[in-house]
């Protein structure tokens, strides 16, 4: 609760991997951003690695170390999405990856949305930062943020980072393994295949990524491994991989909610039929390319001899 003794408008949360290293220093960064936020937001914190109650308290994030995982052991996205139902202290929650930067233009964004929908999801496109030090939060303004942005390079829309929704709108989420692909697809499938209003923040808000390596899992293959496999089966259908660009509305750099009409969203089907047919050969590209490499390679009859 606010000192004012109203309840804050939003509610973050988020699954950190333990706080140590390079990885320790951006997720301080990030939750210390959100932390800023006014009005206030509620921060949950779901994980219970060595350090990490430390590291909420500091932060001023509240800690949920019981979640349910799968067979191997990986906590589900689906329970983490039904505890912060539970727990949030308003009606709209944001979901956010533990090394987003989010400024106070991006709250504007999502006080925006909430004033325009019922129900609605609101997603960006995040900007790839190489960041390696702690960062001073005292000039938040929006000039800072993009000249910080264009020192990186923007993602593709099919990474999704923020989601922004009302309370109890996935409450029927399937058992998603975090850090294993697909759910964030199926997130935004399944928002604008049930009427629900996907909404593309890009040009409102910078949003920053800050990159870093895989060190934390070294022995998982998060994109083909079996904990992807089951992850990609609540997709159905290569169709419904949905990205950013499937958006049905956009908030404008003008703080104007409007239809999403441009070429960028026109495109998302023709992409999602390009992508899917590049999956598709890739097992016979990689033959080809192997046999190409191979004749390169081989010795000459002359060498042979």
């Known amino acids: 609760?606010?000192?004012?003794?109203?309840?804050?408008?939003?509610?973050?949360?988020?699954?950190?991997?333990?706080?140590?290293?390079?990885?320790?220093?951006?997720?301080?960064?990030?939750?210390?951003s959100w932390s800023?936020?006014?009005?206030?937001?509620?921060?949950?914190?779901?994980?219970?690695?060595?350090?990490?109650a430390e590291a909420a308290e500091r932060l001023n994030a509240e800690l949920v170390t019981q979640v349910a995982t799968n067979s191997f052991g990986t906590p589900l996205v689906s329970d983490m999405f039904r505890q912060a139902d539970s727990l949030a202290a308003g009606d709209v929650l944001a979901f956010v990856s533990?090394?987003?930067i989010l400024t106070q233009r991006a709250m504007e964004a999502i006080q925006i949305a909430a004033a325009w929908a019922n129900r609605f999801l609101l997603v960006a496109q995040r900007h790839d930062v190489d960041i390696r030090q702690a960062l001073d939060f005292n000039d938040d303004s929006a000039q800072r943020w993009r000249s910080l942005a264009a020192t990186g390079k923007l993602h593709s829309p099919g990474a999704i980072d923020l989601f922004v929704f009302r309370r109890g709108q996935y409450a029927g989420m399937p058992p998603f393994a975090i850090g294993r692909t697909a759910?964030?697809?199926?997130?935004?499938?399944?928002?604008?295949?049930?009427g629900i209003p996907l909404i593309d923040a890009t040009e409102y808000f910078t949003l920053?990524?800050?990159?870093?390596?895989?060190s934390h899992a070294p022995t998982v293959d998060t994109w083909h491994g079996v904990e992807a496999s089951d992850n990609r089966k609540w997709i159905e259908h290569w169709t419904n991989y949905y990205t950013i660009t499937h958006a049905n509305w956009k908030l404008g750099a003008d703080g104007q909610i409007a239809r999403a009409t441009g070429w960028r969203?026109?495109?998302?089907?023709?992409?999602?039929?390009f992508s899917h047919v590049l999956r598709a050969?890739?097992?016979?590209?990689?033959?080809?390319?192997?046999?190409?490499?191979?004749?390169?390679?081989?010795?000459?009859?002359?060498?042979?001899s």
């Open 183 to 194: 759910y964030d697809n199926w997130l935004l499938w399944k928002t604008a295949s049930s």
């Open 281 to 304: 050969t890739r097992t016979l590209r990689s033959r080809i390319r192997t046999w190409r490499l191979s004749r390169r390679f081989r010795p000459s009859q002359d060498q042979r």
């Open 1 to 32: 609760m606010r000192p004012d003794g109203e309840l804050p408008l939003l509610t973050i949360f988020s699954a950190p991997k333990a706080f140590r290293g390079h990885v320790g220093i951006i997720q301080d960064n990030a939750i210390r």
């Open 265 to 273: 969203y026109r495109m998302a089907g023709p992409r999602q039929a």
């Open 98 to 100: 533990a090394d987003i």
């Open 36 to 52: 800023r936020l006014r009005p206030a937001p509620r921060i949950l914190l779901f994980a219970n690695d060595e350090g990490t």
């Open 208 to 214: 920053i990524h800050q990159n870093h390596d895989y």
